[in-house]
């Protein structure tokens, strides 16, 4: 009792204090303020005009540092909408930087190569596209009759893009693109057919009546190239006219609904031709198994090419050089972030080497993740970086604050784990506790920069609450995961310990 009673004594005395010297403070600040005033007053006005403008800038000044300095601002988020579309010299400014960066970009200048390698020729280059079977090899065999084009009847006979030289009503050269059909079981063939009709000016899909649901995203991936694109209903002699009629009108409203160029003349029904197998019943009974060759039925379709190559012919190249813009940026975008995964790698192994030699030599670690906090901060600094993030100093050591108040409730986790994992290790024996705490807080440390990581791979900045959340739900996983990696690290570090101490 009496020591509380002395305890509000003593803090009674220093309110009292603080309130005098706060009264003194704000006399003197008065006096001094009045006492200027008045020699403003009595002097110049140009000179009283440049005092107050001085005093206002360096209050805004102030004001501003504060709110830079306090103030979160909050994530970046992309304007909704397509995304902008990249130009030559943003792409060309990219690569530099990123050669610089020692970066690979040759995927990206491959792209750049062949445009330029088409720009050249001045062919316009028309991708057949549609899924397996259903006749685009055909197509072209009827188009080009001479072409040497391999066609399965078993279907998806195309594996490989492959070109054929047409000429169009005008005297156009056009050069017709068979790609691999979609929907198959060989991986990769999808992206490629993708990518090709990225790098054409026309695109002719292929189906066999009403759109599935793989077809229709297609069309909505092809779509967003923003070319004119032809749709065929190849195979329509296996209906009647009527029948015709109702799926080339559905085949409109599935094209306008999915956000396609739905002109009517654009929307065709065609017959390949090509060879069938029937079944001839004999007189006697017997049957017997034999090819016959339909004829190929496709005047709509050159019609309505030839009709496209006239109408649009100025917009072609353009259209096609914004695609394959694009498709560079995303040649680049991959290697970006390629590039950035495997030094990533590299930071967060380095720091967590540096934390496991920094538990070791404290003999007693405790079980704050943040003991030695300049790893963190430049293990965060190095990561943001890397994803072209400027934290601010707040930020940083908010994150390492937050991330701090979880460790405790996890630090058991790590330490069974790090005690399990390293009686797996042939020769370690009886595991020594400060080798356990040097492992679990090796594996925290690594979760640490993994979830920084993945925190700015989805928003590409820090933002210290998302972070440490990430941090505190991804622990387990990352704990488990980086197990034998850390373990390897902490008996590497211990054996040259114990060698040296020889």
């Known amino acids: 009792m009496?020591?509380?009673?002395?305890?509000?004594?003593?803090?009674?005395?220093?309110?009292?204090?603080?309130?005098?010297?706060a009264t003194g403070a704000l006399l003197f600040v008065t006096e001094s303020a009045l006492n200027i005033w008045d020699r403003l007053r009595g002097g110049p006005a140009p000179i009283l005009w440049a005092y107050a403008a001085a005093l206002v800038a360096v209050i805004l000044g102030a004001l501003y540092l504060v709110w830079r300095l306090v103030v979160r601002r909050p994530p970046k988020s992309q304007a909704p909408g397509r995304p902008a579309v990249p130009t030559r010299e943003d792409i060309e400014q990219r690569l530099a930087a990123a050669e610089a960066a020692g970066i690979d970009v040759e995927a990206a200048r491959g792209e750049l190569r062949e445009l330029a390698s088409r720009q050249a020729t001045?062919?316009?280059?028309?991708?057949?596209?549609?899924?397996?079977?259903?006749?685009?090899?055909?197509?072209?065999?009827?188009l080009v009759p001479d072409a040497a084009v391999d066609v399965d009847v078993v279907g998806g006979s195309t594996s490989a893009v492959r070109h054929y030289r047409w000429q169009a009503g005008?005297?156009?050269?056009?050069?017709?693109?068979?790609?691999?059909?979609?929907?198959?079981?060989?991986?990769?063939?999808?992206?490629?057919a993708l990518d090709e009709a990225r790098r054409a000016q026309?695109?002719?899909?292929?189906?066999?009546?009403?759109?599935?649901?793989?077809?229709?995203?297609?069309?909505?991936?092809?779509?967003?190239?923003?070319?004119p694109m032809i749709l065929v209903m190849n195979k329509a002699d296996r209906y009647n006219v009527?029948?015709?009629?109702?799926?080339?009108?559905?085949?409109?409203?599935?094209?306008?609904?999915?956000?396609?160029?739905?002109?009517?003349?654009?929307?065709?029904?065609?017959?390949?031709?090509g060879?069938?197998?029937?079944?001839?019943?004999?007189?006697?009974?017997?049957?017997?198994?034999?090819?016959?060759?339909?004829?190929?039925?496709?005047?709509?379709?050159?019609?309505?090419m030839n009709r496209l190559l006239q109408s649009e012919r100025d917009e072609l190249d353009t259209r096609r050089d914004r695609a394959v813009f694009r498709l560079?940026?995303?040649?680049?975008?991959?290697?970006?972030?390629?590039?950035?995964?495997?030094?990533?790698?590299?930071?967060?192994?380095?720091?967590?080497?540096?934390?496991?030699?920094?538990?070791?030599?404290?003999?007693?670690?405790?079980?704050d993740i943040l003991i030695q906090g300049y790893i963190g901060t430049a293990m965060t600094r190095e990561l943001c970086k890397l994803y072209g993030a400027a934290p601010r100093d707040l930020d940083i050591e908010e994150f390492l604050t937050l991330s701090?108040?979880?460790?405790?409730?996890?630090?058991?986790?790590?330490?069974?784990?790090?005690?399990?994992?390293?009686?797996?290790?042939?020769?370690?024996?009886?595991?020594?506790?400060?080798?356990?705490?040097?492992?679990?807080?090796?594996?925290?440390?690594?979760?640490?920069?993994?979830?920084?990581?993945?925190?700015l791979q989805q928003h590409g900045e820090l933002v210290p609450d998302l972070a440490a959340q990430e941090f505190e739900d991804s622990i387990s996983e990352h704990v488990e995961a980086g197990l034998r990696r850390v373990a390897r690290m902490a008996l590497e570090e211990k054996q040259g310990d114990d060698g040296a101490g020889r």
Do not use: M, W
Request: charged share 25%.
């Open 328 to 367: 560079a940026a995303e040649r680049l975008d991959a290697a970006e972030r390629t590039y950035r995964a495997q030094r990533a790698e590299q930071v967060i192994r380095s720091s967590t080497r540096k934390a496991i030699i920094g538990s070791l030599a404290a003999i007693s670690p405790g079980t």
């Open 275 to 304: 060879a069938v197998d029937v079944i001839e019943q004999r007189p006697d009974g017997s049957e017997i198994a034999s090819r016959r060759e339909r004829p190929a039925d496709i005047g709509v379709l050159v019609v309505a």
């Open 170 to 192: 005008e005297g156009t050269q056009v050069l017709l693109t068979d790609v691999p059909g979609t929907g198959g079981h060989e991986a990769g063939l999808d992206e490629l």
């Open 202 to 227: 026309l695109i002719v899909f292929v189906c066999e009546g009403d759109l599935a649901r793989p077809e229709a995203e297609a069309i909505r991936a092809l779509a967003a190239l923003d070319k």
């Open 242 to 273: 009527e029948e015709q009629a109702h799926l080339l009108h559905r085949l409109l409203e599935r094209l306008e609904s999915i956000g396609g160029d739905a002109v009517r003349d654009r929307v065709v029904a065609v017959s390949a031709g």
């Open 404 to 455: 701090q108040s979880r460790v405790g409730r996890v630090l058991p986790l790590a330490l069974a784990v790090a005690g399990n994992g390293l009686k797996a290790f042939p020769g370690v024996g009886t595991v020594a506790g400060g080798l356990v705490h040097a492992v679990a807080y090796g594996l925290i440390f690594d979760a640490l920069g993994r979830s920084l990581v993945a925190t």
């Open 122 to 142: 001045g062919t316009v280059h028309l991708c057949f596209f549609g899924e397996v079977s259903t006749g685009k090899s055909s197509l072209i065999r009827a």
């Open 2 to 21: 009496k020591v509380d009673r002395f305890l509000r004594i003593v803090l009674g005395i220093a309110i009292f204090a603080v309130f005098l010297i």
